[in-house]
């Protein structure tokens, strides 16, 4: 039977992070996969819970969880309820976090694991992701899907100036139409740690097996992203996928009962990819 199993672990600066994972109890034993949602997310977005459903049917444990300063609370796990949190945030920061999910993956969960994990990032995940896997050898296959390849690609070029100057700068929830706030912080995050928070320069120095999946119609992140990625790392596998788009076809919210075609597409490749 497919069952899950809720966690709340500290993140960075102590914020609760809420986790839930997925998984078989006729299995005594099965390798772990962690999932790191993208900017403007959370674990439980459009058709998460069905990709995790998907991984543990087909005999993986599956871990997802909110990022500390994603903007969610432990009472509000779907609603950008604390936009100080979210306007703190930093991308080393996250990179705490996700440290934090390897390190109760690898000895904290109560059942029987492995000292590594399996790990899939979308979009702004993806690119944590990918310097997780470049700095921390627990990590034992990598897969990025919509990932970008600078944290420059979640905004204009063109905010930066103003954003330095006023200090904060606000991006639209097009969902909920929530001005949600970033502090200068974030980019003097990147300002401070050029070399760490280099996305392609990390991805040359990945050595674990790695799958990178992108969509032809993404206009989020446009496909050349992937391709900057493969050109920096030859030894990924790079898969485009005709027609996905940004979520392979999800929403917020998803009422479907079956993955989207697209999204089912990633995830039997994932699969393929990860039992090799």
Not at 227 to 240: C, G, S, T, V, Y
Not at 266 to 272: G, L
């Amino acid at each position: 039977m497919i069952r899950k199993q809720y966690f709340n672990i500290p993140g960075a600066k102590g914020r609760g992070m809420l986790m839930d994972l997925t998984f078989d109890d006729a299995l005594k034993k099965a390798p772990m996969v962690i999932f790191a949602h993208g900017f403007k997310g959370f674990k439980d977005w459009g058709s998460h819970n069905l990709v995790a459903h998907f991984f543990a049917e087909n005999g993986f444990r599956f871990l997802k969880f909110n990022f500390s300063h994603n903007g969610t609370t432990v009472a509000n796990p779907i609603d950008f309820a604390d936009l100080i949190a979210f306007a703190d945030n930093t991308f080393s920061m996250e990179l705490d976090d996700l440290k934090a999910v390897i390190d109760f993956a690898c000895g904290g969960s109560g059942m029987p694991t492995e000292p590594w994990v399996y790990l899939i990032g979308h979009s702004m995940g993806g690119g944590l992701s990918i310097i997780k896997a470049a700095e921390d050898d627990r990590v034992k296959k990598l897969i990025t899907m919509a990932a970008i390849s600078s944290f420059h690609n979640l905004w204009s070029p063109d905010a930066e100036e103003q954003w330095r100057l006023q200090g904060i700068m606000y991006v639209t929830n097009k969902r909920t139409g929530q001005e949600l706030p970033l502090k200068v912080g974030l980019l003097q995050d990147l300002d401070k740690n050029p070399a760490r928070l280099d996305i392609i320069a990390r991805a040359k120095q990945v050595k674990q097996p790695w799958l990178i999946v992108h969509g032809d119609a993404d206009p989020t992140v446009p496909v050349h992203c992937a391709e900057d990625l493969k050109a920096a790392q030859p030894n990924a596998e790079l898969l485009i996928i005709p027609g996905a788009d940004h979520t392979f076809g999800s929403s917020q919210p998803y009422t479907g009962a079956a993955l989207p075609p697209l999204l089912r597409d990633f995830c039997n490749a994932s699969v393929i990819f990860l039992k090799k």
